[in-house]
Structures are given as C-alpha cells and as structure tokens.
C-alpha cells in the first residue's frame, strides 16, 4: 500500500547495516548521509537520488604522538601504538553526526568501547575516540579525539555538534557515564565529566548562547548540563520507568522543553528551568522508542519518534497527541528541511532510506 507521504526511496548502495543518518548540505544541495558498519559513508543525492560509497581513511584513525606524551608513555611503551592487528571498521564508526568545520562539511563519528584498546593494545583502556572525516572525500581531518586516561567512558552512544561562544563543539555521551565536549576548532577537551546514567542517551541544544546536554540511560532520571562549564543545572528530570533511550531539547510555548522516549513506550516532556513535567505522557508506540527528533512545522513544534515496533509517529508536543497514521518502517532517524520543507528520513536494517514529506504535520492539515 503506497503512502503519499513518501517523497523517495533511495537505493543503498551497499549490504552493510548502518549505524547513523543525518541529512548535510554538499556545495548547496541537500544530500542524505548514512554511515555503516563497514567504514563507509553513504551519500544520496536527494535530487537524483544517486548514491555514492566513500570508503573513510580508516588507516589514519590511530592516536598521534601527543595522546601518548600526554599519558606518560616513553620510546619504549611506543611500540604498543602498533599492535599488530587490524581495527575493525565498525569500531571506530560506531556512531556519526555531520557538521560544519573550517568551512567544509564533516562527518563526525565515535568509536565503539574497543576503539582505544585495538588501537593501543592496553587490555585494560575501554575507551572511544571521535573524528572527523572530510564529506567529499574521505580523508580524516585533523587529530583523533580521545581522553588521555586508561578507564575512559566506554562506547560512545550519543554523538551531537552544537554551536558555542568557542566554535563548534563535539558533545559525547558513553555508555559508562562519561559526558565529554571537544572544541573542533583547537581540538581540546572543554570538558569531561561523570554523570549518573550509564547508556549514554543524550541530547543537546544551544540556548541564549550556551550550549546545553540532557543525558539519561538505564537510570529513572535525566541531567541537565551546562556542557562548557561542565555543570549540573538544576535536579533531576523524574517521573518515568528506565530506560530512557531517546532525548532532545526544543522549545514549547516560549520554555526551553526536554522531550524523551524509552522502555516504556511512551513519550514524556519536562520544562527545562524547573523540571517539571508538562502534559500527560503520550502514547502509541507498541514497543520500545530509541530515535527522537523535533522540528517546527507551520508554527506547531512537533516530535517525531522511531519505535521498535517499526513505525514512525509524529507527534504534536502543545496538544500531547499523534499526528495523522504511522509512517512504516524505522532503524535510524533524522529530520531536517529539504528546500524549505520539513522531511523525516528513515533507514532500514537492510539498505532501503526513505524520506518523507512532514508538511501534512502542519497547523492547518488534518490530523
């Protein structure tokens, strides 16, 4: 049965699974970019719907000379920088982001929790790095972002770049409580704190200026952090069953809101300042919701949700109710706006991506 909501299907172009999708801006076009767990991107053209497999510069994704002085290690512990093995792609792409930096457009991805081990060789170091991959080519741009320390946060699960008074920053969320914020610009460690949540679900805005986490995970509650002074703001966001495996920021009505999703298949919203929670939970899912994004569509804030149950619900955040029938089919999510139109974008296990058109989410269309 066709959906008239479906603007195209594109081709993957491969038989790797992906891990990430974001939606990026190439010489001023849009174009749809998937990451996979064989050390590629994939790259759509949304108007021809071509896709084309950049293979990343996976064998420049060691840790340079200055990581090791930093740890402390002497000529002779260099030899473990070679250890002898080959570092599977899907740990060091476990997750991806796409961004602008210096001008070009990047890929930013983070490594899985064997990422620093199999680079290093130290049995003990559950760590990941993030990088930066150059959009048109493949090659990595500048050093390889890593925590100078041997028990670091393990996997990275949740990788975002928002904006910030020192350029663009690269905000991480590891599944053994670790939040870090890396200044692209200088790449240097702004921040690297302990949190409460293990799982590493996060999400990130910037509001008046400051750039602005919420994590959570396996933990009835989230945090709400300022991400460059590396501080808690306020107490804990409660009121749900764990776990928590989506979050995002927006604003609702004039407030900065926290909007999130988990295991219990319901959809809850706090007000940022006071951590209250605003409306009734909604429901709909039959399942789990893991991806989470919102948009503005005609002047009404919307949410847009991915459950395992394989759907895709829209929901409207002021009213607390779904939009209209379920898109089919879910694995990863990204919402942007596509020539001045909002668009849902959604992976498969396989290799199918579609992308949706969102305008019938609107005020003045019917729900």
Not at 18 to 40: K, R
Not at 319 to 328: D, M, S, W
Not at 353 to 362: C, I, Y
């Amino acid at each position: 049965m066709s959906d008239d909501r479906e603007m195209r299907r594109l081709s993957g172009g491969s038989r790797e699974c992906m891990t990430s999708i974001a939606v990026a801006e190439l010489d001023g076009a849009p174009v749809v970019v998937g990451a996979d767990n064989g050390g590629s991107l994939r790259r759509w053209d949304l108007s021809s719907g071509k896709c084309v497999r950049l293979p990343l510069e996976l064998d420049a994704a060691g840790l340079e000379d200055e990581w090791y002085d930093e740890m402390g290690w002497d000529e002779a512990d260099h030899s473990q920088k070679s250890p002898g093995r080959e570092v599977p792609a899907a740990d060091i792409v476990a997750t991806m982001t796409v961004a602008r930096f210096d001008g070009r457009p990047v890929a930013v991805t983070g490594g899985s929790q064997y990422d620093l081990f199999l680079h290093t060789g130290v049995a003990d170091m559950h760590g990941s790095a993030v990088r930066l991959w150059d959009l048109r080519t493949g090659r990595k741009v500048g050093k390889t972002l890593a925590v100078p320390d041997y028990v670091t946060g393990g996997r990275i699960c949740s990788l975002e770049v928002v904006a910030s008074e020192r350029g663009p920053v690269a905000v991480v969320a590891s599944e053994y409580s670790a939040l870090q914020a890396w200044g692209l610009t200088r790449n240097e460690l702004l921040t690297y704190v302990k949190t409460a949540s293990t799982n590493g679900v996060m999400g990130t805005a910037t509001l008046e200026g400051r750039p602005v986490a919420v994590t959570g995970g396996a933990e009835a509650a989230l945090e709400v952090w300022d991400v460059l002074a590396g501080e808690r703001i306020g107490g804990p966001l409660t009121g749900f069953e764990p776990a928590t495996r989506a979050v995002a920021i927006t604003q609702l009505n004039g407030r900065a809101v926290v909007v999130a999703g988990g295991d219990d298949e319901k959809l809850r919203i706090w007000e940022l300042a006071s951590g209250e929670p605003v409306g009734r939970p909604m429901t709909g899912h039959a399942s789990t919701i893991d991806t989470l994004a919102t948009a503005h569509v005609g002047g009404r804030v919307i949410a847009v949700t991915g459950g395992r149950d394989d759907t895709t619900r829209v929901w409207d955040l002021a009213r607390g109710e779904q939009i209209g029938e379920p898109l089919q089919g879910h694995v990863c999510l990204a919402v942007a706006e596509i020539d001045g139109r909002p668009v849902a974008v959604t992976g498969h296990h396989g290799t199918a991506v579609r992308v949706w058109d969102l305008t019938f989410a609107g005020p003045d269309r019917g729900r």
